[in-house]
């Protein structure tokens, strides 16, 4: 049964950091059971925003405006598991963050990386919080 797993929320003080996880079960993230792996935000009262995410083809990653620079996306296909390094955080970088897998290709066919549509399993979201 395919899973996704995120782990590694929590409180952080502005201009700190937070290691990610989506750990994955069910499909490999090194053979050809997905498109594209992407991360997502939803903050209270907000719709969800894609936030970046990493094709399985290439290793392309992508990031929304508003976290380059200061996010970073990596898979480590040994442990099954991708990461969302976040440094500098904001205060409004608060929000429930999930990963979410394309399993059918929309991703691929349409590009569409940042739109939750175009994935098709999630994860059941981590807490982040960035507050003094």
């Known amino acids: 049964q395919l899973q996704l797993v995120e782990s590694g929320g929590g409180l952080v003080q502005p201009g700190g950091s937070l290691r990610l996880s989506c750990a994955a079960s069910?499909?490999?993230?090194?053979?050809?059971?997905?498109?594209?792996i992407g991360w997502f935000r939803q903050a209270p009262g907000k719709e969800r925003e894609g936030v970046s995410c990493?094709?399985?083809?290439?290793?392309?990653?992508y990031y929304a405006d508003s976290v380059k620079g200061r996010f970073t996306i990596s898979r480590d296909n040994a442990k099954n598991t991708v990461y969302l390094q976040m440094n500098s955080l904001k205060p409004e970088d608060t929000a429930v963050y999930y990963c979410?897998?394309?399993?059918?290709?929309?991703?691929?066919?349409?590009?569409?990386?940042?739109?939750?549509?175009?994935?098709?399993?999630w994860g059941q979201g981590t807490q982040v919080t960035v507050s003094s």
């Open positions: 990493i094709r399985r083809s290439d290793g392309s990653t």
């Open positions: 979410a897998a394309d399993r059918v290709g929309r991703t691929y066919y349409t590009s569409n990386y940042y739109t939750p549509n175009s994935y098709d399993y």
């Open positions: 069910g499909f490999t993230l090194d053979y050809l059971d997905y498109y594209t």
